[in-house]
């Protein structure tokens, strides 16, 4: 048990290392390079390249290479993504941010199956069930890279608020914030109040180093997994057949109707850290107050996530659903009315623990639904789990320069309504088909999978 948990511990510690790198990155890039919208163009190819890469890459490398040399091969995908914001420009990030969406479903998945297979190992020596040992597992892996979201944040606000030319934002250029944003004001009161290059290298530096350390804790310390995987690797199905019923899952009505919920995870969390960021939090506060409040929805989150996965065996998910539809609404509702000012500092904190607990519901109830509801084929649905929720933050990023904000807002409110009347059919399906039976007696949290499509 030992041997394995220190391998589990090293897995944890090398994706909080990266992610923390990663996660600071993603919440900066559309305030940091805001220029023709580089930097949420970049997120939005990192998402598009990460589809491509989930179709085809994870099988192929996980069996050339093995789990522990696809994970560091990965993680050095990531770091180039790190390497190309030292000199921001569309020649080096979106490169590099192909890059990093190419190894972003080899690292997810190779951490997937070399969990998956020391919990089984161990379980099968130890005379435990599996479902239980891989369970831990997952669960010491989420509790130790949740926090990733936090000190990425944390270093970002940290060394971004050492800039000694504070800027003081007139009560005209505040106009410019908020959901009738204007957009070449806000980019320029934005440039204006950009750190100095010195404390932009000292964060990427920073970052970067984290990224290589995680890298050589992996290369170091990871045990390579027995491959008990090349036995199992004939009792599976081809690529091309896994690939295609990826698509043949689409006929199930149920997932159907699940596809604009799916979305909308991906559109919520992409307004979050592309827009809310921009033109609320770094127009009329300031970039070093963006890792600050992307702290406050990580924490929320993650105390959420395990709230939420524990009281949904008493609620059910209905309750869940409604909480979180309600909230998100109050929160576009209240975003398209409110005008951002610095006395206001509380309520920039006030949006982004909302959307954490009502992101917590998405993440953990919409990957849970999926469980129980396509039980007997759940590499297909988790697959179309991936590709839905992707393309969602593909769209998000991609019309996030286009648009302005209330635009983005109506959107998102109109893709929530459309998910939940869709979801209702869902649930009217389930009762129909199964009368006599309530839908929510199994175990409706995600669990620890809940949120591995981050």
């Known amino acids: 048990m030992e041997r394995n948990l220190k391998n589990v511990l090293v897995i944890s510690f090398g994706f909080l290392l990266l992610f923390t790198a990663y996660g600071g990155l993603q919440s900066l890039q559309s305030s940091l390079n805001s220029e023709e919208g580089l930097g949420v163009a970049s997120l939005s190819v990192v998402y598009a390249a990460l589809i491509l890469s989930s179709m085809f890459l994870p099988p192929i490398l996980i069996k050339k290479l093995g789990c522990k040399w696809t994970i560091a091969i990965s993680m050095c995908c990531y770091i180039t993504f790190s390497?190309?914001?030292?000199?921001?420009?569309?020649?080096?990030?979106?490169?590099?941010?192909?890059?990093?969406?190419?190894?972003?479903?080899?690292?997810?998945?190779?951490?997937?199956?070399?969990?998956?297979?020391?919990?089984?190992?161990?379980?099968?020596?130890?005379?435990?069930?599996a479902k239980d040992i891989i369970n831990q597992y997952f669960g010491v892996f989420f509790l130790v890279f949740q926090s990733s979201g936090i000190w990425g944040n944390l270093i970002s606000s940290l060394i971004l608020s050492q800039s000694s030319t504070k800027v003081e934002i007139s009560e005209e250029d505040l106009e410019c914030c908020g959901a009738y944003n204007c957009l070449t004001d806000t980019t320029n009161t934005t440039e204006s109040a950009?750190?100095?290059?010195?404390?932009?290298?000292?964060?990427?530096?920073?970052?970067?180093?984290?990224?290589?350390?995680?890298?050589?804790?992996?290369?170091?310390?990871?045990?390579?997994?027995?491959?008990?995987?090349?036995?199992?690797?004939?009792?599976?199905?081809?690529?091309?057949?896994?690939?295609?019923?990826?698509?043949?899952?689409?006929?199930d009505k149920r997932q159907c109707l699940l596809i604009p919920l799916t979305m909308y995870s991906g559109f919520e969390q992409g307004f979050l850290s592309g827009d809310y960021t921009k033109v609320y939090v770094t127009c009329a506060l300031g970039i070093q107050y963006v890792g600050y409040v992307m702290i406050c929805f990580a924490a929320v989150n993650s105390l959420c996530s395990l709230l939420f996965g524990k009281i949904s065996q008493f609620t059910g998910r209905k309750f869940?659903?409604?909480?979180?539809?309600?909230?998100?609404?109050?929160?576009?509702?209240?975003?398209?009315?409110?005008?951002?000012?610095?006395?206001?500092?509380?309520?920039?904190?006030?949006?982004?623990?909302?959307?954490?607990?009502?992101?917590?519901?998405?993440?953990?109830?919409?990957?849970?639904?999926?469980?129980?509801l396509f039980e007997k084929h759940k590499e297909a649905a988790f697959a179309n789990y991936r590709l839905w929720e992707s393309l969602g933050f593909v769209i998000a990023f991609g019309y996030s320069t286009k648009l302005q904000a209330y635009i983005k807002l109506y959107i998102?409110?109109?893709?929530?309504?459309?998910?939940?009347?869709?979801?209702g059919a869902v649930e009217y399906l389930e009762a129909k088909s199964s009368p006599g039976t309530p839908t929510a007696t199994k175990k409706e949290n995600g669990g620890p999978y809940s949120q591995e499509t981050r």
């Open 83 to 129: 390497l190309g914001n030292f000199y921001a420009s569309w020649y080096t990030l979106i490169p590099t941010s192909v890059i990093l969406g190419l190894g972003g479903a080899p690292l997810w998945s190779a951490k997937c199956t070399y969990l998956t297979i020391a919990g089984t190992s161990y379980a099968e020596k130890a005379g435990k069930n």
């Open 320 to 372: 869940l659903f409604a909480l979180a539809t309600l909230t998100n609404t109050a929160c576009i509702i209240a975003l398209l009315l409110w005008k951002p000012h610095p006395k206001q500092l509380a309520v920039f904190f006030v949006f982004p623990a909302l959307w954490g607990l009502s992101d917590a519901v998405w993440q953990t109830q919409t990957n849970g639904l999926y469980g129980i």
């Open 412 to 423: 998102l409110l109109s893709v929530l309504v459309l998910s939940m009347v869709m979801y």
């Open 194 to 251: 950009k750190p100095s290059n010195s404390l932009i290298y000292t964060l990427l530096g920073v970052y970067t180093a984290s990224g290589v350390l995680a890298v050589l804790l992996v290369i170091i310390f990871l045990d390579q997994i027995k491959s008990d995987q090349a036995e199992t690797e004939k009792e599976k199905p081809s690529f091309w057949s896994t690939f295609l019923a990826t698509f043949r899952h689409l006929k």
